[in-house]
């Protein structure tokens, strides 16, 4: 199992521009979430879902997108990057709310 | 608003010593509350967690002890030794709701040898 993969590791973007992050997992978990990580912060859910076609808003949803169409990916749209979004962005999955979260490795995002 | 406090900000402890961190909610739906570890340039990885009709959980060396009335919850790292050394993030959730995970801000332990 590749478990919880994550692509770009790296990305910049200038202010304006949009772009996806893609998450995809092979453990057939329903549940998966995007978080975005900045120092003294901790950690801060943007948006997740219960499964396949069923998404909801996190504490920080304003500026990204997502969509459920399969089990397997969760992507998160930046829709226009602003500075406020530099950020790492971490995607999870687990089989429900009371079992393991799995990270990914992380996005780590510039926008300049 | 921080649904869940974290202190301290960082803590630096001798091999052999005990780490111990501490977190703290006001909403009192939450029920479940895990830790995590986070290694530099890796994503967060699930430590222990504990539910609340438990006082106390231990798995080797990692302790949560949990008090419901204080709406408090602590770490303890026993023997603690330099390959410790990360980050850590307490966490809290209302299972029912979904998946809703509120993280506090996370403690940088160096554990020196």
């Known amino acids: 199992n590749a478990g919880v993969t994550q692509t770009p590791k790296f990305q910049v973007l200038k202010t304006g521009q949009s772009m996806t992050l893609q998450c995809a997992q092979d453990?057939?978990?329903?549940?998966m979430s995007w978080y975005r990580q900045d120092p003294g912060m901790g950690l801060r859910l943007i948006h997740y879902?219960?499964?396949?076609?069923?998404?909801d808003q996190g504490e920080v949803p304003n500026g990204y997108n997502v969509s459920r169409s399969t089990t397997e990916d969760f992507p998160l749209r930046l829709l226009s990057a602003a500075p406020s979004q530099t950020s790492v962005y971490f995607c999870a999955s687990s089989l429900d709310s009371y079992n393991e979260q799995f990270f990914g490795p992380g996005t780590r995002l510039t926008v300049l | 608003q921080q649904q869940v406090k974290q202190s301290p900000q960082s803590l630096i402890v001798q091999k052999g010593g005990i780490s111990i961190i501490n977190c703290a909610y006001e909403n009192t739906a939450f029920d479940y509350f895990p830790w995590y570890q986070q290694f530099p340039g890796k994503g967060p990885a699930l430590l222990i967690a504990?539910?609340?009709?438990?006082s106390e959980k231990k798995e080797g060396r990692f302790t949560i002890s949990f008090n419901k009335s204080a709406k408090q919850f602590s770490l303890h790292i026993m023997d603690s030794q330099p390959g410790d050394s990360a980050t850590y993030f307490c966490?809290?959730?209302?299972?029912?709701?979904?998946?809703?995970?509120?993280f506090g801000t996370g403690t940088s332990l160096t554990v020196i040898p």
């Open positions: 504990i539910r609340p009709d438990v």
């Open positions: 879902s219960v499964g396949a076609g069923i998404t």
């Open positions: 453990m057939n978990h329903e549940y």
């Open positions: 966490a809290a959730s209302i299972s029912y709701t979904g998946n809703q995970f509120y």
